[in-house]
């Protein structure tokens, strides 16, 4: 079971484990702002209620940019596995500017690729190709994406993450 951690600002930090989050509650660290009634966890004292959510009692800064980092899942996962070329599901992803030719491994040059369009394509440019991209790739935002842990997002957290969106 994982806990979402709110900054003071309610602004979402992290998921963490559950135990975690007791320890941050019981140091007085942090607050339960909604739990799970129905799994308790038994301790030497008694029960406490499993947290959902926990909120900071004080402010954590945060760096300024939070990028998130290029890999190979996430590209595929940006564009919902589909490829960027002709539609069909993709398991490849593909430089835009091929590498051979100086393009970066950015989320700007990185696009999901079925393996048939990868292979055709080779060190070419879609230009060259007289191919169009489906969608222009850009990085992803949203508090799916910057904060720690919640790619299996709990439905409990939605109202929390739309704040970071």
Known sequence: MRTLVLNAGYEPLAVVSFK?????????????????????????????????????????RVPGSRRVPVTRRGVLRRDGHRCGYCGKSASTIDHIL??????????????????RCNN???????????????????????????????ERSDPRWEPYLALAA
């Open 98 to 115: 091929p590498r051979s030719r100086g393009g970066a491994d950015s989320w700007e040059n990185l696009v999901a690729c079925c393996l």
């Open 20 to 60: 975690r989050a007791l320890v941050l509650v019981m140091n007085d660290k942090a607050t339960v702002v909604e739990h799970i009634r129905d799994e308790p966890v038994w301790g030497a004292t008694g029960a406490y209620d499993r947290p959902a959510v926990i909120l900071l009692t004080r402010y954590v």
């Open 120 to 150: 055709v394509k080779g060190d070419r440019t879609p230009q060259e190709m007289a191919w169009e991209l489906r969608v222009t790739p850009q990085p992803p935002r949203g508090g799916q994406w910057t904060v720690r842990g919640t």
